[in-house]
Structure formats: structure tokens, C-alpha cells
């Protein structure tokens, strides 16, 4: 009998699995066992990265149908709220990383844009397909979607209910990188491995050079650094303090300012893309 949901810890990574046969649906029992265990993978010192995947060949195909069906008709169901589950992801200090194998759907999808990265096999198949049942992305689709591959694409995705293969979501912006199907998962460990000692080494190990101060602020490496030193849980370089990083000028401050609140690379992004600018930052 499937166990619903596990967790392993591989070297400092933990690999956080769904396996609830057939396609991995996100049940109340699902949504409750992978809250826990991902909440238990953030408070762990030990755990330096997590890695979010699905057994059966397959991530998430979304929400249980039963229990939308069951919302469907006003009936009472056990269906937890996603959002503050998905808020923790994004928020998270500590890199993300989604393995997207055979299909990704509805609140699949909508897990998988609130990791910070995704690593895809070339026939894994993404969307939000909820508009053929009547309804609309309800935990983030809407949001996080157009702000990571356009409100064109998005809105094309979300309103036909169309999914996009591996290679094509690669193309779009919506995974990082389209790997052979049995290499998913190890280059998705390796990749939250890999950002998780960067980060630190980045801190620790960059030059002094590194540390300028520019006509009395600090220059874009010097807060890039301490942004991702705070990410990381690393102390901040010499010479650097928030209060200078907020105090800072142009779009990069933004997004450096944005880091050093403890956003993800994503979120911090996101932010400089829609704030609204100066005309001389254009």
C-alpha cells in the first residue's frame, strides 16, 4: 500500500516524493502528509535543499477529481487550501527544485510554479487544463504563471486549457531544463545541491575586490552577495549592510532589496519586472 507521500534525505537534499497511483492526485490525505514533511525538510538545519517529485512516472495530475467534484456541488470536502503551502515554497530560503515527469496538471502546475526551479523530461506534459471542467486555476496559476512566461503565453495556456511538452515548456521559460526522463530527478538533487553550496561559497570565498563601494554605495556584486548570503543562511560579506542595500538606487537595487527581504530569485524578479519604474531606469 502506497504511503501517500515520503521523504528521504540524500546527503543534504530532501527528496520529497508523491505516490498516490494512479497519477499522483492531490488528495486531503496528500495535501496534509506533503505539508508536514515539507515544513519538517524547511526547519532542518541539516537540510540544505529540497527537491519536490512524483512516483509512478508521473508528478501531479491535480486536485483529486472527486473532492471537485464534491465543491462542485456545494458538497462538504476535506480539500485544503493551497495557498499557504505554495507561499512557504516560494518563500523558502532554501532552493526549491520540481522533477516534472509524465503529466503535471491543474494544482500539479500550480506547485511547480511556486518552486524556484523546474527540471523537466522532454515528454513531460504541463497546464492548467480546470477551464474544461468550468472552472479556473484556483492556488496561484493565474498569478504565477504569466509572471514567469508572459501574460500572452499564459493567458493562451489558462484560457484553451492547452498543456505544453517538456521541450516546449523549456523554450517558454516554464522549466529550466529538458533532461532525459531517468536523469529528472538526479539533475534536479544535483541543481538544488549545486545552489545551495553556491550560494555559501559565494559568500565566503568571493575576493575582496568583490566588496567595492562605488561613489559611496554599494556596488551591484557587493549586494547580489549579501542578497544571496542571507538566502543561503551564510553570514553577509564584509562592509555590507541591508540598510545600505534598500538605501541603494536603480532597478538592481530592487531586485537585491528584494533578496535581502528573503524573497526567492523568482519572487525577486517578479517584483523588478512589474514595479513600476523611474523613466530613467528605461
Known amino acids: 500500500m502506497s504511503s501517500l507521500v515520503t521523504s528521504e534525505t540524500i546527503r543534504d537534499v530532501a527528496v520529497i516524493t508523491v505516490d498516490n497511483p ?35 512516472n508521473t508528478f501531479i495530475a491535480g486536485v483529486d477529481i472527486k473532492e471537485l467534484q464534491k465543491l462542485a456541488q456545494r458538497k462538504p470536502t476535506l480539500l485544503k487550501e493551497l495557498h499557504p503551502l505554495l507561499n512557504r515554497l516560494e518563500a523558502s530560503t532554501k532552493p526549491v527544485v520540481c522533477a516534472l515527469s509524465g503529466v503535471t496538471l491543474g494544482g500539479g502546475l500550480e506547485l511547480a510554479l511556486a518552486c524556484h526551479y523546474r527540471m523537466a523530461s522532454p515528454s513531460a506534459r504541463v497546464g492548467l487544463p ?7 486555476p484556483g492556488a496561484g496559476g493565474t498569478q504565477r504563471l504569466p509572471r514567469l512566461i508572459g501574460a500572452s503565453r499564459a493567458k493562451e495556456m489558462i484560457f484553451t486549457g492547452q498543456s505544453v511538452k517538456g521541450v516546449e515548456a523549456v523554450a517558454i521559460g516554464l522549466a ?37 563601494i562605488v561613489d559611496g554605495n554599494p556596488s551591484p556584486q557587493h549586494l547580489w552577495l549579501t542578497a544571496f548570503a542571507r538566502a543561503a ?28 527581504r528573503g524573497a526567492s530569485h523568482e519572487k525577486a524578479r517578479r517584483e523588478l519586472e512589474f514595479r513600476p519604474r523611474p523613466l530613467e531606469w528605461i
Open 22 to 56: 494512479p497519477v499522483n492526485a492531490l488528495s486531503p490525505e496528500v495535501q496534509t502528509k506533503l505539508e508536514a514533511l515539507v515544513d519538517a525538510a524547511l526547519a532542518a538545519p541539516a537540510i540544505r535543499g529540497l527537491v519536490l517529485a512524483g512516483a509512478n
Open 130 to 136: 480546470e477551464v474544461k471542467l468550468g472552472l479556473i
Open 176 to 212: 529550466n531544463r529538458a533532461v532525459a526522463p531517468e536523469q529528472v530527478l538526479p539533475e534536479a538533487m544535483d541543481l538544488a545541491r549545486r545552489l545551495a553550496a553556491g550560494a555559501t561559497a559565494a559568500a565566503l570565498e568571493c575576493p575582496p575586490g568583490a566588496y567595492n
Open 233 to 260: 543562511g551564510a553570514p553577509a560579506p564584509p562592509r555590507v549592510s541591508e540598510e545600505e542595500a534598500l538605501r541603494a538606487s536603480g532597478p538592481d537595487a530592487v531586485y537585491y532589496a528584494t533578496r535581502l
